[in-house]
């Protein structure tokens, strides 16, 4: 009798082939709608982080840029001018935080007017600068407590996504009867999933505060040479206003 051919086993290979369409599946988006409603939750939350970061991105770069630009033109305009009443006609009827400081030392001047004590005068301007300083660090500082809270929380957002969708695919272990990687890869995908989605939004905060940080540096420096130079034009002011009156006191 001729010997039968032995044919291959062909459950394992069923077997396989059924594994590798699942495995396949196993795309970002399949994986965030078969996620359980409380990983969905946190995955919207961190794709939302994730934009305020990047509308924040834009919306200061282009403050910074116009704010940092305008403070620098403002200054190479007043770099020859020698009063106060000379730089603010240098400048125009234009809004900025040097025609403010020019403003307030003006304003001291005038309410100052007959006292003899120019120290006096220039502390009470400098106390006006001082707190236009301050609110202007305030304002250009709007935006960057939100990236600090993404930063900060998003990892930890994203890892409470996984620890919950991980405690629910053992749940479905435990209902299937079965450790088939088919089975149990899905739901330890989409767990990971949620601790990605938190590392994506919180990577390019940590970056953009850090950056901008940098940035607001360099713009308040910018703002502490307007003040400075503002403070020049009131002290040429004063030391001029002395000088007229000795001289006529001579004649």
């Known amino acids: 009798a001729t010997p039968s051919v032995i044919a291959a086993p062909a459950p394992a290979k069923s077997e396989t082939a059924s594994v590798a369409p699942a495995m396949k599946e196993l795309s970002p988006w399949v994986m965030f709608m078969s996620a359980d409603v409380i990983v969905k939750a946190v995955m919207i939350g961190l794709a939302f982080a994730s934009l305020m970061t990047w509308t924040v991105f834009i919306a200061k770069s282009i403050e910074l840029s116009v704010a940092s630009t305008k403070l620098r033109s403002a200054l190479k305009k007043i770099a020859d ?7 603010q006609m240098a400048l125009g009827a234009k809004e900025g935080i040097l025609p403010s400081f020019l403003a307030a030392a003006l304003r001291e001047a005038r309410m100052s007017a007959g006292l003899s004590s120019d120290s006096g005068i220039k502390e009470r301007a400098a106390s006006s600068f001082a707190e236009i300083v301050r609110a202007e660090a305030r304002r250009i500082r709007i935006g960057m407590g939100v990236l600090a809270t993404i930063g900060s929380t998003s990892p930890f957002v994203g890892l409470f996504g996984t620890v919950w969708g991980i405690m629910n ?19 330890i995908a989409e767990a990971l999933l ?12 940590v970056i953009i505060y850090n950056h901008f940080s940098r940035v607001t540096k360099g713009y308040l420096e910018l703002v502490s ?10 002290s040429r002011d004063l030391d001029r206003s002395h000088g007229s009156v000795h001289s006529r006191a001579a004649e």
């Open 225 to 234: 040479r307007a003040s400075g130079a503002a403070a020049r034009l009131l």
């Open 81 to 87: 001018t020698r009063s106060l009443a000379e730089a």
């Open 194 to 205: 949620a601790t990605a989605i938190g590392l994506v939004a919180a990577i390019p905060a």
């Open 169 to 187: 695919s053992f749940i479905g272990i435990s209902k299937s009867q079965t450790t088939n990687l088919a089975v149990v890869a899905p739901g």
